[in-house]
């Protein structure tokens, strides 16, 4: 049984339903002849006495007619205001995963990770060498960077000990862990520490939910019991319309407990894996016509020696089931869409174990107005490609 859709958020006189705006058009009923019944005389007079404005205002309103409104430009409700984050960055760190939520300001500022990964130490050779030399942001202009760990593998955190991230705000999800895991953990002051589930005040335009592994195999609980996040985006950036982008690492699509409305950006469950039925029960992007299909990044690793992919990452049977559900290509068609279909690693998508192609690096979905180069140019997290 698939997840509960999350309801349309709501601004008064317009609301977002499927990315779509609904215009809220109002006008006063037409005046009705007075009650000749008794009941109904009392009946009407308690209304009154609830209502005395508007039964005020149509006292003299005159017989009933049929309402008919004119198409008119004072009739369009201007757009929605733009959502609180502008976009997201999927970050190139080889066999792992980091991606990078940002407001809407001008220039933006990252506000919260979502994992902070890196490669296990064999696979160490396709971190990208820039995330070697300079490391990823450390904190934001306002001091209130967090992380938001979708889970306890190695691959998703690792580079906040390598980077030393312990003084950021940790939200993470109770897991079993190993002992280098919690190891870290103790490096990272208990007023820092957040266990969801709570509450997320601190910053809108996103849901943080905690994903379920009932009747899965006990292989795949780690990564399908910990947290994905659906954030509130403009994408495309040219659709005033308010979509939205799902964020799941290596969680299933199905395991959470609600899905995203007006869906138009994803990243590849488990770095494209098909185990345990990663490609399989996806969200259906949403329908944006001549826009493009749903987009997709992906990040995994690429050995710049021979050009092998740990755990052969992405399986092609996965990326042939995303394009087929409408992610990176349209449904039934012949192939990838350009600037839909996206990898941190290399370009194109490369399964078949060749040399990466270049261009290789970061990935932005949503607005890409660069970065303040004064605090952020310095640092691996500062260019990307733009996914729009």
């Given at each position: 049984m698939a997840p509960p859709l999350v309801p349309a958020p709501d601004f008064g006189n317009y609301s977002i339903q499927n990315g779509i705006r609904v215009a809220m058009l109002s006008a006063k009923r037409p005046a009705v002849d007075p009650p000749t019944d008794p009941?109904?005389?009392?009946?009407?007079?308690?209304?009154?006495?609830?209502?005395?404005?508007?039964?005020?205002?149509?006292?003299?309103?005159?017989p009933a007619a049929p309402i008919t409104v004119a198409p008119s430009p004072s009739h369009v409700p201007p757009p929605p205001p733009p959502p609180p984050v502008g976009s997201i960055g999927i970050m190139d760190v080889g066999q792992g995963n980091c991606n990078l939520i940002f407001d809407n300001a001008n220039p933006p500022e990252p506000i919260a990770y979502?994992?902070?990964?890196?490669?296990?130490?064999?696979?160490?050779?396709?971190?990208?060498?820039?995330?070697?030399?300079?490391?990823?942001?450390?904190q934001n202009q306002t001091n209130n960077l967090e992380v938001i760990l979708s889970h306890w593998d190695y691959d998703h955190w690792i580079n906040g000990r390598r980077a030393g991230l312990q003084?950021?705000?940790?939200?993470?999800?109770?897991?079993l862990m190993g002992p280098v895991a919690i190891n870290f953990l103790g490096t990272i002051a208990v007023r820092r520490r957040v266990t969801f589930p709570i509450t997320h005040p601190w910053w809108g335009g996103a849901r943080l939910v905690k994903c379920s592994p009932a009747g899965m195999p006990?292989?795949?609980?780690i990564n399908n019991s910990g947290l994905a996040l659906m954030v509130d985006i403009l994408l495309p950036v040219n659709d005033p319309n308010w979509h939205s982008v799902f964020l799941t690492a290596d969680a299933n699509h199905n395991t959470a407990p609600l899905l995203p409305f007006g869906c138009t950006g994803i990243t590849a469950v488990h770095h494209g894996s098909g185990a345990h039925g990663a490609a399989q029960n996806?969200?259906?992007p949403a329908n944006l016509g001549a826009a493009g299909p749903g987009r997709i990044a992906y990040s995994?690793?690429?050995s710049p020696n021979n050009g092998s992919h740990p755990y052969h990452f992405p399986v092609q049977a996965s990326v042939t089931a995303y394009r087929n559900?409408?992610?990176?290509?349209?449904?039934?068609?012949?192939?990838?869409?350009?600037?839909?279909?996206?990898?941190?690693a290399e370009t194109p998508l490369n399964y078949h174990q060749n040399m990466p192609q270049p261009p290789r690096g970061n990935i932005r979905m949503g607005d890409n107005t660069q970065l303040n180069n004064a605090h952020y140019g310095n640092t691996a997290f500062y260019n990307y490609r733009p996914m729009i």
């Open positions: 009941n109904a005389k009392r009946a009407a007079s308690i209304q009154g006495a609830f209502c005395p404005s508007e039964d005020t205002d149509m006292a003299d309103a005159g979502y994992d902070v990964g890196f490669p296990i130490f064999f696979y160490k050779s396709g971190a990208p060498a820039n995330l070697v030399a300079l490391g990823p942001i450390l003084n950021l705000v940790w939200n993470y999800p109770k897991q006990l292989a795949s609980w996806l969200v259906p995994y690793g690429v559900a409408g992610w990176g290509a349209f449904a039934g068609g012949a192939g990838p869409v350009l600037n839909a279909e996206l990898a941190c």
